[in-house]
C-alpha cells in the first residue's frame, strides 16, 4: 500500500505567497523520502528531503550568493489579476522594499503561453540586480502555459482560444498600472 493515496494527497506548503516547488527523482521505491527543490523570486535554491508519511523536511543544500543576499529585502506576491472572460490569472510580483509603490518605477513583465510550459516562480540572479536598482518584475502567468492546470494550455490557450494568452498579458499590464506598480509608458 502507498503513503500516498486519493485520499491522502496533500499539498507541500511553504511560507511564501509565490515559489517554483520540484520533485526530483529516485532509484528507491520502497521509502517515504522525496528530495524536493524550493525556491521564490527573493530566496535562492534549496533541496529538501522531504518525508510524505511524517511530512518533515531537512535541508540538504541551499544555493550560496557569493556577493550576499538579503532575501528579507524583498517583497514577492502572488496576485489574481480579472481578465476579459472572468479567468483570474495568476500574477507573480517582486520589488525592494523601500521601492515606491507610487507608479514611478519600472516594471519588466514577463509571459509566456504556449506549448503548455509554465512560469515557476524562482529564484534568478540577473532579476535581483534589475530590482536591486529600482525596478519591479512581474511574471504573469498567463494561458497557454500550464501554470493553472493542463486545462489552462488546453483548451484554453491555444489554437481558436490562442488570443487568450494576449489579452492575459494585456490584463496583467493594466492591472500593474492600476495597482500603482508602474505607470504608462514605463512597462517593458
Known sequence: SGVLGLSGEYPIQF????????????????????????????????????????????????????????????????????????????????HRKDTALDGSAPLLLYGYGSYGMSMPAEFSTNRLSMVDRGFVYAIGHVRGGTDCGYGWYDPDGKMMKKKNSFLDFVACAEFLVKEKYTSEGNIA
Open 15 to 94: 511560507e511564501e505567497e509565490a515559489y517554483g516547488l520540484r520533485a526530483h527523482g529516485s532509484l528507491e521505491h520502497n521509502t517515504t523520502a522525496l528530495r524536493i527543490s524550493y525556491s521564490s523570486p527573493s530566496t535562492p535554491e534549496s533541496a529538501y528531503d522531504y518525508d510524505v508519511a511524517t511530512k518533515d523536511r531537512v535541508v540538504r543544500k541551499v544555493q550560496r550568493i557569493p556577493s550576499g543576499h538579503d532575501a528579507g529585502a524583498y517583497v514577492v506576491r502572488r496576485l489574481q489579476v480579472p481578465g476579459h472572460d472572468g479567468a483570474e490569472i495568476p500574477l507573480t510580483v517582486m
